[in-house]
């Protein structure tokens, strides 16, 4: 099927990715009110890897609308709230239970859908509770070393990781890799249908993947502020740039046939 340059599909097309968002007090200008609101590193890492940046606010959900897009990126934020994993609330706990929803409810229907998933921080853990898996609400409870991934108010920490054979984070980042982090919590009970594909020297799970359907990675640290190393980002956006072809050359198909060709296109040359 012929294509112009610009169609999905085509080598001049930009895939369509859509962002989750805050949706909390903001300010511009001389105005503040609630606003939904999205850190600049999201939207400068995948318009720089080569997408186009959509944002959905937690207001109005439709999961309907990852129909019109090539790809999700489920962003950081504050926590999950526990009762959507079955836990009591821990005394350091902060959630939003509306964007939760909005969340898991993306989420699952990116699943379902097949879409390319790109789940960041919390987006990692909203992945695991979406799947059934639980979280540790407070790491340094369970692990000494753990406060160094969230070392002050608005300072990113740094993580070291290992990563698995085989694995989309082992194609794209090698065997061992760093990231910025800002982590108090992590995942725990690992959901069916996710392997651990990286994990930090001391056992925290810093990556998650699908063992089948479309293309999904969670991960718990913040590639997002590497500005100097963007493989995740151009990997996730050249497999939503597959399956905007897929989708073109087989149009009423759902994603998940696609999976082998999206695995396919994250290899690096």
């Known amino acids: 099927m012929a294509s112009s340059d610009s169609e999905p599909g085509g080598t001049g097309y930009r895939p369509r990715i859509a962002l989750t968002t805050y949706y909390q007090e903001g300010s511009w200008g001389v105005w503040s009110s609630v606003a939904a609101i999205v850190p600049g590193a999201y939207v400068e890492a995948v318009a720089a890897a080569g997408g186009t940046p959509l944002l959905l606010p937690p207001v109005g959900t439709d999961p309907g609308v990852l129909e019109l897009v090539d790809g999700l990126v489920v962003i950081g934020g504050v926590d999950v709230d526990p009762r959507f994993y079955g836990a009591e609330r821990h005394e350091l706990t902060a959630s939003q239970p509306s964007r939760d929803e909005h969340d898991l409810a993306l989420t699952r229907a990116a699943l379902e859908r097949g879409v390319p998933l790109f789940a960041i921080c919390r987006g990692a853990q909203v992945l695991n509770v979406a799947l059934g898996g639980t979280l540790i609400q407070h790491l340094p409870d369970v692990n000494e070393n753990a406060a160094r991934y969230q070392p002050g108010p608005g300072r990113y920490g740094e993580v070291e990781f290992a990563t698995e054979p085989g694995s989309r984070c082992r194609e794209l980042l090698g065997e061992t890799a760093w990231s910025p ?60 740039h597959g399956y905007a072809r897929a989708r073109r050359d087989r149009p009423g198909e759902t994603g998940r046939a696609e999976h082998a060709l999206q695995r396919e296109d994250t290899r690096i040359p």
């Open 181 to 240: 982090c800002y982590h108090h919590q992590a995942l725990e009970t690992v959901a069916e249908g996710l392997v651990v594909t990286a994990r930090a020297a001391d056992g925290t799970v810093e990556a998650v993947e699908t063992t089948e359907g479309g293309w999904t990675l969670g991960v718990q640290f913040h590639p997002e502020e590497n500005r100097k190393d963007p493989r995740l980002f151009e990997g996730f956006v050249r497999v939503a």
